[in-house]
């Protein structure tokens, strides 16, 4: 059980560090992909099939801190879990407050879908 319980604090570790990479700076890159990528198609520097590359780059950001939020959550779980506190992880989970990148409305506002 020892065993178990210290390889689950090492993937807390591990799940924490990358939410909180996707957090502080993978949204932010996310986010000036997706605005100079639509100011660059506007002005004609880029073309449609370089704007969609880039913003696939920027939903790819966003899937990932996604996929980091689901793995430090179910850390969570397992920590307690493991210690017997199996209705306590409510309080540590992380809850994604920012909508997914939408690039459904960026289409629509743009080429009036």
């Given at each position: 059980?020892?065993?178990?319980y210290q390889t689950?604090?090492?993937?807390?570790?591990?799940?924490?560090?990358?939410?909180?990479?996707?957090?502080?700076?993978?949204?932010?890159?996310?986010?000036?992909?997706?605005?100079?990528?639509?100011?660059?198609?506007?002005?004609?520097?880029?073309?449609?099939?370089?704007?969609?590359?880039?913003?696939?780059?920027?939903?790819?950001?966003?899937?990932?801190?996604?996929?980091?939020?689901?793995?430090?959550?179910?850390?969570?779980?397992?920590?307690?879990y493991v210690q017997?506190?199996?209705?306590?992880?409510?309080?540590?989970?992380?809850?994604?407050?920012?909508?997914?990148?939408?690039?459904?409305?960026?289409?629509?506002?743009?080429?009036?879908?």
């Amino acid at each position: 059980m020892q065993k178990q319980y210290q390889t689950y604090i090492n993937d807390f570790y591990k799940a924490k560090n990358s939410l909180d990479y996707y957090t502080s700076n993978g949204i932010t890159q996310a986010d000036t992909i997706t605005r100079i990528s639509q100011i660059s198609y506007e002005k004609g520097e880029i073309g449609y099939v370089e704007y969609i590359q880039n913003l696939k780059t920027a939903v790819e950001i966003h899937l990932q801190r996604t996929n980091a939020v689901n793995d430090y959550n179910q850390t969570i779980i397992m920590l307690n879990y493991v210690q017997g506190n199996k209705s306590d992880y409510e309080r540590n989970i992380y809850i994604v407050n920012k909508p997914v990148f939408d690039i459904t409305s960026i289409m629509r506002t743009k080429y009036k879908i």
